[in-house]
């Protein structure tokens, strides 16, 4: 059974359709790549499902529940949690702090609890030390106390990604997690999502970068003006004349290149 | 990496200002300084509630004075007219301070930055001509004057000592319970919520409710400022709960520092001390006061437009850089 479905998620900006009747499965435990052009709607597609635009049609369901339309903050704690293409970290804030915030899910604290601080300390050693777990999970323990802004790029992917791991998910779309990062920092990346899924996290990833995208994805879904045009294993998608077609443009289709 | 610790507990931040409040009638026990000290203590509370709201969930009020002004005539009406006890008035003008905090907080789940500031102005001038207009309630442009000192269990608090210790042990008991929300999960949701609405969301914070919560406990401290005000005095009318009061608020949060406690309360003693300077400094001319009287709205736009090139933090950010530490920001 799938963990995520996908189906018929139509999105209209005015006269443009940036997410077309969208249709697909994400499987438990598995590595799904989104692909395709710019504007493709790819981007678009991440928000409709994580909750941050609302799909003018379509349903999604997460582990067999109904959760379209719902607001993004309450679909992250029913265990479907995201990164962003331009991070959003809390830039002003530690590595730690940024991890610890989304840790806090698991501290039950209102603000009347809070403000008299009964019973509070356990829960909240506990979220700090998990915050920590996950900056080695990252491999970015090293930067744990510095400011987000401070940080180098390809660390502040990793720090979106950790932050994100420490609302305990059990599907995480990244949104471009490799785009500007260096050969060696890609490579980190990649180690840090395979620890990810055997730590048994399905993976939904929007990326540019293909010789990230050929090595960890299981299964392709590639996205042209909003429509998807092909899904299937990597070495099937290589092949797929209407991928070559939208990546090459027509032209190059017209001469059977 | 080894971290010098630093950072304040607040219990003992609180302790080391309760024996200051509390050496200040024994050292001195001149009326006029006291009767000062009540404002500034007042205006604390209020700070309080602001720096939470705004200093650190990002959401602007130019409104504060209003929910000030909801306290204090909800509680003068309860106590004169009514006839209930002071300490029900308080909690009435407190928890009708807090319900109008709800209702703005319906326009900052929408609005942001400029706009949600037009919006708590326009608040502010509503509820300005309703304290004018509704003279049945509130005595109208006059004023409201005769208001009944604070009663606690029976005893009639009618001394300048005892009224100046009810409202600094208030506004102690404030800080605490604020700096601790500060340094628990809420706190750290609203400079999450300030950094990035979108990188809060993702962290499963539920922005919502954190902005109507942040909203109504800001504007129910700013109702219990307004029901000791009341009381302390004696006197209140429409223009101490003007817009001007609340760009003034919003001026001390600034000048104290978004993200910090300690920097705010700071910026509040020395701002409302300001204009009274001739109850710290007693050889202070006439001349001087006034002058200083004057020259207040722009003496507190100087000190804005200068924090805001010289000092961006503010006296908070000052404050963690000599290594004072940061109320709220846990060190772990």
């Known amino acids: ?54 799909p003018d049609a379509g349903s999604v369901r997460f582990d067999g529940r109904e959760i379209t339309g719902q607001r ?88 979106e990604i950790a932050r994100a791991l420490a609302t305990t998910p059990r599907v995480m779309l990244l949104d471009e997690p490799a785009a500007g990062l260096n050969g060696a920092e890609t490579r980190t990346l990649i180690d840090a ?43 099937l998608i290589q092949k797929d004349t209407a991928v070559i077609e939208a990546y090459l443009g027509e032209e190059c289709a017209d001469v059977g290149c | 990496m080894i971290r010098t610790r630093l950072a304040f507990s607040p219990y003992v931040a609180i302790a080391i200002a309760a024996a200051a409040v509390a050496a200040v009638p024994v050292l001195s026990p001149d009326r006029y300084l006291l009767k000062v000290l009540v404002y500034v203590g007042v205006n604390v509370i209020v700070i309080a509630g602001l720096a939470l709201l705004f200093g650190h969930a990002g959401q602007i009020s130019m409104g504060h004075a209003a929910f000030v002004g909801i306290g204090a005539y909800t509680s003068a009406y309860c106590v004169g007219h009514v ?8 909690l009435a003008g407190t928890a009708l301070a807090a319900a109008g905090g709800l209702v703005l907080a319906l326009p900052a789940l929408r609005l942001r930055g400029h706009y949600l500031a037009m919006a708590t102005l326009g608040f502010n001038e509503i509820m300005y001509v309703a304290f004018r207009e509704a003279r049945g ?50 706190g750290r949701a609203m400079r999450a919520l300030h950094a990035t609405e979108n990188g809060a969301l993702a962290c499963g914070i539920d922005t919502v409710g954190l902005k109507i919560r942040t909203f109504a406990l800001s504007a129910g401290l700013a109702g219990l400022a307004g029901a000791l005000y009341a009381h302390s005095v004696g006197f209140i009318s429409p223009g101490t709960f003007g817009l001007d009061q609340s760009v003034i608020y919003v001026a001390i949060v600034v000048v104290g520092g978004a993200g910090s406690l300690a920097g705010p309360v700071l910026a509040a003693i020395a701002l409302t001390l300001l204009p009274y300077a001739d109850a710290l400094i007693p050889g202070l001319g006439k001349d001087a006061v006034a002058l200083l009287q004057d020259w207040e709205a722009d003496i507190y736009g100087i000190a804005m437009i200068a924090v805001v090139i010289l000092a961006p933090a503010g006296i908070g950010g000052l404050l963690t850089r000599l290594r004072i530490g940061r109320a709220g920001e846990a060190h772990v």
């Open chain 1, 193 to 235: 999502l395979y620890r990810i899924r055997d730590a048994g996290v399905t993976l939904v990833v929007v990326e540019h970068d293909m010789g990230l995208v050929m090595e960890i994805a299981e299964e392709i879904l590639v996205l042209d003006r909003g429509a998807k045009i092909a899904e299937g294993p990597p070495l």
């Open chain 1, 72 to 159: 993004a903050d309450r679909i992250v704690r029913s265990g479907l949690a995201r990164t962003f293409q331009n991070t959003e970290l809390f830039e002003e804030l530690s590595a730690l702090e940024n991890v610890r915030i989304a840790a806090d899910l698991g501290v039950r604290a209102g603000f009347v609890r809070s403000a008299l601080r009964v019973g509070l300390t356990a829960g909240e050693r506990e979220s700090v030390e998990q915050a920590r777990r996950l900056l080695r999970l990252a491999g970015i323990a090293e930067f744990a106390q510095a400011r987000a802004s401070d940080m180098p790029h390809g660390t502040r992917r990793l720090l």
């Open chain 2, 137 to 186: 309630i509130t005595g109208g442009g006059d004023g409201l004057g005769g208001i009944s000192y604070p009663e606690v269990a029976g005893l009639s608090i009618d001394s300048p000592v005892g009224v100046y210790l009810l409202v600094w042990g208030v506004a102690l008991v404030v800080l605490l319970l604020v700096a601790n929300i500060l340094r628990s999960r809420p």
């Open chain 2, 83 to 90: 006839g209930l006890p002071w300490l029900v008035g308080a």
């Open chain 1, 1 to 54: 059974m799938s963990l995520l479905a996908v189906r018929g998620l139509t999105r209209r900006f005015g006269g443009l359709t940036a997410v077309d009747d969208v249709s697909f499965d994400v499987h438990e435990g598995s590595i799904k790549a989104v692909i395709g052009p710019n504007g493709a709607g790819k981007s678009t597609l991440f928000n409709l499902i994580t909750g941050f635009d609302p």
